[in-house]
């Protein structure tokens, strides 16, 4: 049987960081470790080549021309159909 009344030390110690030390070091080194784990992912970014660079902009611009040439149709035909059901319209 077991003892109730016995409480049981964990085998390792709890998760997190031991909170200790001067609050003011402690948030500059948790600060320090921000800064260099942006630091390593950024040199990981793989930057794309110029000809990479000017394909993708020319994408977004024709994606960009074209749904606004989408939404002027759209706006238009709206403006015309209310116009015509209103019976304001030319």
């Known amino acids: 049987m077991t003892d109730v009344g016995q409480t049981r030390t964990p085998s ?10 001067n609050p003011v070091s402690r948030w500059f080194s948790r600060l320090t470790l921000f800064v260099s784990q942006i630091l390593d992912e950024l ?12 394909q993708y902009t020319l994408v977004v611009i024709v994606f960009v021309t074209v749904m606004m040439a989408f939404v002027a ?3 238009f035909g709206f403006s ?11």
Do not use: H, M, N
């Open 12 to 21: 390792r110690p709890a998760k997190g960081r031991e909170q200790s030390g």
């Open 43 to 54: 040199r990981k970014v793989v930057r794309p080549t110029r000809a990479e660079l000017w």
């Open 73 to 75: 149709g759209i706006d």
């Open 80 to 90: 015309k159909l209310i116009a015509l059901v209103l019976g304001s319209g030319s």
